[in-house]
């Protein structure tokens, strides 16, 4: 694991408050907001109607009000979509990016020494704000809400985002655009259901109905994998070739690393994965160990 902490430009802050706040968001996003508490975070989506994605955020509960950390630069329009659908819900929607601010921090031993154990999810409140193991994958390390210009992680070392985007992408994590793409992408191809980021048992959310529909005739037939690259970085939209035959699309690249939605029934998935081609670069998929296909 990399070591070292970063101050997240491209992540902005949303504060849902008032006495429906957990109500209302329960109704429109993919995972049960009923079990997010001080002590608990939680990965999720907001949908189209049809089904497919538009953001992606983590959530946290600071004793006071829910916080949303997601994509700096989809924020206007993820805050815009939120009021749209509050109507007269007893719900306050502020934009606190100006007054807080997303860390990472990744370390074998940062999670018992911010005394959270190493189990994804687990938060607490803390100078000022919010931290938690990712609720995604504890190997993402720890993420933090915090006012701005906090010194909590002072004592670490500073982390390239370039370092972290590819430390992120060897473990297979698909994270706002263009990885994941509004209006097209789908929830259970871009592994939300082993990131714990849906929740088929919590009843209907916007776009329920198609997320569900998928997952239970088996309708999944591409996922978001990690990629290692030989060669000059192919730009995103880039297609992967097996020969002449399509295979996947490269989504996004960082280094010798990326992610690439790929077409699983082109991947031998009970046998060594062949080398593959983008551009001028030579493509293999590393399946992460947390995918069981």
Known sequence: MITGHLRCADRGVLSLSGPDSRG????????????????????????????KYLFDFVLYDDGLRILLDAQRSGLDDLKRRLMMYRLRSKCEIEDLSESYEVHLACGDD??????????????????????AVDPRLAELGLRA???????????????????????????GVAEGE????????????SN???????????????GQELTARTKYRGLVR?????IRLDGPAPEGG????????????????????????????????????????????????DMPPWLNL
């Open 192 to 206: 939300f259901e082993e990131l714990a980021g849906v929740d088929f048992k919590k009843g209907c959310f916007v």
């Open 110 to 131: 940062l999670p018992e020494r911010f005394g959270l154990g190493a189990t994804r999810g687990n938060a607490k409140p803390f100078e000022g704000g919010v931290i």
């Open 24 to 51: 209302f968001l329960q109704g429109l996003i993919s995972n049960d907001v009923n079990r997010l508490s001080p002590h608990h975070s939680l990965f999720a989506a907001l949908l189209t109607p049809q089904g």
């Open 178 to 189: 263009p990885e994941l793409v509004p209006q097209k992408s789908l929830l259970l191809e």
């Open 222 to 226: 591409k996922r978001i994998l990690p």
């Open 145 to 171: 809400v915090l006012p701005k210009r906090s010194s909590a992680f002072a004592a670490l070392d500073s982390l390239d985002a370039v370092e972290f985007m590819r430390h992120r992408m060897v473990l």
């Open 238 to 285: 880039t297609p992967i070739l097996d020969g002449q035959r399509e295979v996947g699309e490269i989504r996004a690249v960082a280094g010798d690393r990326g992610l690439a939605l790929m077409r699983l029934d082109r991947l031998a998935l009970d046998a060594p994965l062949p080398a593959l081609q983008a551009a001028r670069s030579e493509v293999r998929v």
